[in-house]
């Protein structure tokens, strides 16, 4: 079994082998020429993101700069937006749904190391999927490990670190991330903490169906 084919099943392989060094080159060809694109490209900047990411969306946004390393194992969905400094080690499968926000300086990690020295410094290492639900903001600088799954209608505060799974409907923040409390009807009319819309159109049409 060729080590690009180890990867890809999440047992230990060799990174500079049987053609992993070439295919992050490319890679990195197309990010760094999305990174220096005009921010009056859009043309070019929707369709080299299309490029770059494995499975993706209609409608996404993804602000420059942003780093990966081979993009075909990212998968995202409708409505998505990253904001700046977006990192995402894509040795395994990043999966994310639809409606989902993500804030500056956000990383999403699937890369691992043995614990042992002896055992790290052979060079293996191995990759474990990270998969994160529709309708969830993920606030600034957090840190999301490999292997962990994120549920749907989720808010991970900023700054946190998220090395176990989040279940569904849930605010959770920390280091390690925490959850502190469910996420219910009672939030909606909030648009910050206790403060309640002064608008009308912040609901769909037809609520509740």
Known sequence: MNHKVRMLKGLPYKPWEDGLTEARLANKVKIYEYNQ?????????????????????ENI?????????YGFNIEVGENFFANYNLTIIDVAKVIIGDNVLIAPNVSIYTAAHPLHPVSRNSGY????????GNNVWIGGNVVINPGVKIGNNVVIGSGSVVTKDIPDNVLAFGNPCRVIREITDEDLDYYYKKEKF?????LPPNWPA
Do not use: A, N, W
């Open 125 to 132: 290492e191995c990759g474990k999927e990270v998969h994160i």
């Open 61 to 69: 946004i993804i602000e420059q700069p942003f780093h990966c390393d």
């Open 37 to 57: 694109l005009h921010p009056l490209d859009t043309m070019r900047q929707k369709q080299l993101i299309k490029e770059i990411l494995g499975k993706s969306g």
């Open 198 to 202: 002064d608008v009308d159109d912040y």
